[in-house]
C-alpha cells in the first residue's frame, strides 16, 4: 500500500483525509499545514496520523504520494523541486477531482444499499416465500418467508446450489427450458406442502439470467379445508336431522330474530319460513310471552311453557335453551309440542296399559272413573283397605262395578305380584263348587284326575281370590268358608289333610245380607268374619255427575272393541242419559252406549238421542211431563191439558198477568186466553 502525505488540512484536504481514511486504497503516512488548528489537523490527530506545520519535516524517503491542497502555486513549485524521484506529487486540482469521484461513488454506493435494504425489506414482508438462483444453479437471494418455510438460514444458503439446499427443487428444469411452471404442488424435506410458482428471469437481450421461485405453506391452509368441510358436512347434516325431525323447532340469533324453522314447525303453526326468518321472536306468537326473549335476557332455559302460537292460535307446550358458545350468547333454540297431540299419546297410552296388562288382576284405581263425593269416598276406603289384609266385603248393586275394585284393591296391595283368583259364586253348580274353590284328591270321585287338582284357594296362595256373589252360598258351603277364614286352612274333597293357605279374601254381594240373616239363609258367624271391612260402592243413579267421564271412558273402550271412531255425545243425548234412572248402573250404561254405537254409520262421529234405544228416550219423556215412571201412565188427553196449564201459567207470570201480551206471545186470540184460564181455574190476580 503506498503512503500518502497531505499538504493542507483546510475544507479540500479534510475531505481528502476523509476519503483517504475511509477508502484505504492508500495509507495517510502524515497531514501537514501551517495552521495547528485547521480541521484536517485535528481530524488527523483524532484518527492517530502524525501531523506538523512543516511539511519539509514530514517529506522523506518512504512517502510515495504527496496530495497538495492547499491550492498555492509556491506551495506546490517547492514540492515538486524537493520531492524525492519516486514520489508522485499530485495538484490539487486533481486530488479535487479524485476527492469528487471518490465521494460521488460513495453516495452512489450508498444509494445503491439503501435501495437493495428497501427490496429486501419489502420481499421479506411479503407473505410469499421468494428464491432466485442466477444461471449457475447458484442461490443469490433467499427471503426471511422461504427461510422459515424450508428451515435453511440465509447465510448458510446464499452462494450455494439450489439442489444442495431443496433436493427436489425444480428451478434447474425451469432455468434450461425456459418455460415457466404456475401453482404446483411440492413436499418439502420436512414434511411442509407448498404451491410454488417458478418463473425464468432473462436479460433485456433475451440472454438467461436465472430462476424465481414464489411459494406458499398451503399445510395449514389443507389442514383449515379439511375442517373446514368436516364443519360443513356436520352443519349439513345437523340441518337435515333437524329439517327431518318430527319435533317442531325453532332458532333465533342473540338479537331475538328468527334465523331457522323446521317442516314440522310449519306444519305446527300454519306459519311459512318467510313469516318467521328474519322477523322478532313475538311474530309466531298469538298469546303468551316469548320463550325466546326470556331466555336470551335471563340465558337460563325454560321447560313445559303453555301458549298459542299461529293463527289458527295452537295451543302448545315450549322447551327454549340458550346456546351459548365460549361463553357468548349466540341465540337459542326451541322446541314445540301440540299439547293436543300430547294429550292424544296419554290417551293412547293409558288405553294400551290397559291391553298390555299381565296380571289377572288387570285394573288399577286408575280405572275407577268417578269424581262424586260418594264414589271419592269408597275409593279412599277401597285403598286404605288394601295396604291391610283384613277381608272385604264390596257391597252394590249389579253393575256398580264390584269386581273393577276387587281388581284395584289387590293391585294396591303388598300381594299385587302373586296370583288373583276370580270365583263367580253363583255361576259354578253347587255339586262342582266345593272341589272347585277346595280342590280334590284322586279317586275322590267319578271322573276325578289322577293326583288330584288343586283347588281356588290353593291357585291364590300368598295372593288374593275375588268371590263374586257370596250372597249365593249354601249352608254347607258357608261352614267350609268359613272354616277357611278362621283357620286358614282348607282340606281339599276326599282328602283328611289340612293344608294351610295364606290367601286374602275379598267378596262381594248385591243383596241384604242382615234380610238373608234375618231368614237363615245366611250364617251370622260368617257375616261377622266377612263384615270386617264392608265398602258400599254408590249405584249410577246417585252420582249422575259421572255420567260425563264413564260414557268418555266406555266409548273408548267401545271404539277399540269395535272399530269404531265415536268421539263425542251430543247435549240432547246427554240429557236423555242424565234424566235415566240407571236400574243397571255402569253396566246398563256401556250397553246403552254399546248398542248406540254399533248401528252408527261409519262417518259419523257424534252419538246423538236418536242413537239411543227408544226405551230410554221414552223414560226422558216422561220425565219431561213430571210423571213418576213407578206409577200408571195418565191418558194423553190428560197429558196434554196438564201441559197446557202448565204452559199458560208460565206465560202468565212471565208478562205480569198481561193477559194481552201473554196471549199474543202464546199465538192464540185474547178471548182463548180467557176461555182456557177459567177452564183450569188460573187465578186472576191483576187487573188489566
Not at 243 to 267: C, F, M
Not at 268 to 283: H, K, N, Q, S, Y
Not at 494 to 502: D, E
Amino acid at each position: 500500500m503506498q503512503n500518502v502525505l497531505l499538504v493542507g488540512a483546510g475544507k479540500g484536504g479534510t475531505a481528502l483525509l476523509k476519503m483517504l481514511v475511509e477508502t484505504q486504497v492508500m495509507r495517510t503516512a502524515a497531514v501537514a499545514d501551517i495552521n495547528s488548528q485547521a480541521p484536517g489537523i485535528l481530524y488527523a490527530k483524532e484518527a492517530g496520523i502524525p501531523v506538523h506545520s512543516d511539511w519539509r519535516m514530514l517529506l522523506t524517503n518512504d512517502i510515495d504520494v504527496v496530495m497538495e491542497a492547499t491550492g498555492k502555486t509556491e506551495v506546490l513549485e517547492a514540492l515538486l523541486k524537493e520531492r524525492k524521484s519516486h514520489t508522485i506529487v499530485v495538484p490539487s486540482s486533481v486530488a479535487l477531482i479524485i476527492s469528487s469521484l471518490t465521494s460521488e461513488k460513495e453516495q452512489l454506493i450508498n444509494r445503491l444499499k439503501e435501495q437493495t435494504n428497501k427490496y429486501s425489506t419489502i420481499l421479506d414482508a411479503t407473505n410469499d416465500g421468494m428464491i432466485v438462483i442466477d444461471a449457475s444453479e447458484d442461490i443469490i437471494f433467499i427471503n426471511r418467508v422461504a427461510e422459515n418455510v424450508t428451515g435453511n438460514m440465509r447465510k448458510n444458503v446464499l452462494g450455494r446450489k439450489i439442489r444442495e439446499v431443496i433436493p427436489n427443487s425444480r428451478l434447474p428444469e425451469v432455468l434450461y427450458s425456459q418455460k415457466p411452471e404456475y401453482n404446483q404442488e411440492q413436499i418439502l424435506d420436512n414434511g411442509l406442502k407448498i404451491i410454488t410458482t417458478r418463473i425464468p428471469i432473462l436479460n433485456p437481450d433475451g440472454s438467461l439470467r436465472g430462476a424465481l421461485s414464489l411459494f406458499k405453506d398451503i399445510t395449514e391452509a389443507v389442514q383449515l379445508a379439511e375442517e373446514l368441510t368436516n364443519l360443513r358436512e356436520i352443519e349439513t347434516m345437523l340441518t337435515a336431522i333437524i329439517q327431518s325431525s318430527d319435533e317442531a323447532i325453532s332458532v333465533v340469533d342473540e338479537h331475538g330474530r328468527g334465523i331457522l324453522v323446521n317442516p314440522a314447525y310449519t306444519r305446527m303453526t300454519g306459519l311459512r319460513e318467510e313469516d318467521i326468518i328474519g322477523l322478532p321472536a313475538t311474530a309466531d306468537i298469538s298469546e303468551g310471552e316469548s320463550m325466546h326473549l326470556r331466555v336470551l335476557q335471563t340465558r337460563r332455559p325454560v321447560r313445559g311453557v303453555r301458549m298459542k302460537v299461529g293463527s289458527s292460535r295452537k295451543d302448545v307446550l315450549v322447551n327454549v335453551a340458550p346456546v351459548i358458545v365460549d361463553g357468548k350468547l349466540k341465540g337459542s333454540v326451541g322446541v314445540i309440542h301440540d299439547v293436543s297431540e300430547i294429550k292424544t299419546l296419554t290417551a293412547e297410552l293409558d288405553r294400551a296399559r290397559q291391553i298390555i296388562r299381565t296380571l289377572e288382576a288387570k285394573y288399577t284405581f286408575q280405572d275407577i272413573i268417578g269424581e262424586s263425593e260418594e264414589m271419592k269416598l269408597a275409593i279412599e276406603q277401597a285403598k286404605l283397605g288394601a295396604k291391610t289384609p283384613a277381608t272385604v266385603l264390596l257391597r252394590g248393586e249389579s253393575g256398580t262395578g264390584k269386581e273393577l275394585f276387587a281388581h284395584a284393591i289387590h293391585n294396591e296391595s303388598d300381594r299385587k305380584y302373586n296370583t288373583f283368583i276370580r270365583v263367580n259364586c253363583a255361576a259354578i253348580a253347587e255339586n262342582l263348587l266345593e272341589s272347585e274353590l277346595f280342590g280334590y284328591e284322586e279317586g275322590a270321585f267319578s271322573g276325578a284326575k289322577r293326583g288330584g287338582k288343586k283347588g281356588f284357594f290353593e291357585e291364590a296362595n300368598n295372593g288374593s281370590i275375588f268371590l263374586d256373589e257370596i250372597g249365593e252360598l249354601s249352608p254347607q258351603m258357608q261352614a267350609k268358608l268359613l272354616r277357611v277364614l278362621q283357620e286358614k286352612e282348607i282340606v281339599r274333597v276326599g282328602g283328611t289333610k289340612a293344608i294351610p293357605v295364606n290367601v286374602r279374601v275379598i267378596a262381594a254381594t248385591n243383596l241384604k245380607i242382615e234380610k238373608a240373616m234375618t231368614e237363615g239363609a245366611f250364617r251370622e258367624d260368617l257375616y261377622y268374619r266377612l263384615n270386617r271391612y264392608p265398602i258400599s260402592i254408590p249405584p249410577l243413579r246417585q252420582r249422575k255427575g259421572d255420567i260425563p267421564a264413564l260414557s268418555a271412558h266406555l266409548i273408548r273402550k267401545i271404539n277399540q272393541d269395535y272399530g269404531k271412531y265415536i268421539e263425542e255425545i251430543s247435549s240432547e243425548a246427554a240429557d236423555i242419559l242424565f234424566s235415566h234412572d240407571w236400574p243397571g248402573n255402569v253396566r246398563e250404561l256401556e250397553n246403552i252406549l254399546g248398542r248406540a254405537m254399533i248401528f252408527m254409520h261409519p262417518s259419523e262421529r257424534c252419538i246423538h238421542s236418536s242413537h239411543l234405544p227408544d226405551f230410554v228416550a221414552k223414560r226422558q219423556a216422561v220425565h219431561q211431563i213430571g210423571i213418576n215412571p213407578e206409577e200408571n201412565l195418565p191418558s194423553l188427553s190428560e197429558a196434554v191439558e196438564k201441559t197446557e196449564k202448565d204452559v199458560i201459567t208460565a206465560a202468565l207470570q212471565k208478562f205480569g198477568y198481561n193477559r194481552t201480551r201473554t196471549a199474543k206471545s202464546l199465538g192464540i186470540s185474547l178471548r182463548t186466553l180467557y176461555y182456557k184460564m177459567e177452564k183450569y181455574e188460573i187465578a186472576n190476580i191483576s187487573t188489566q
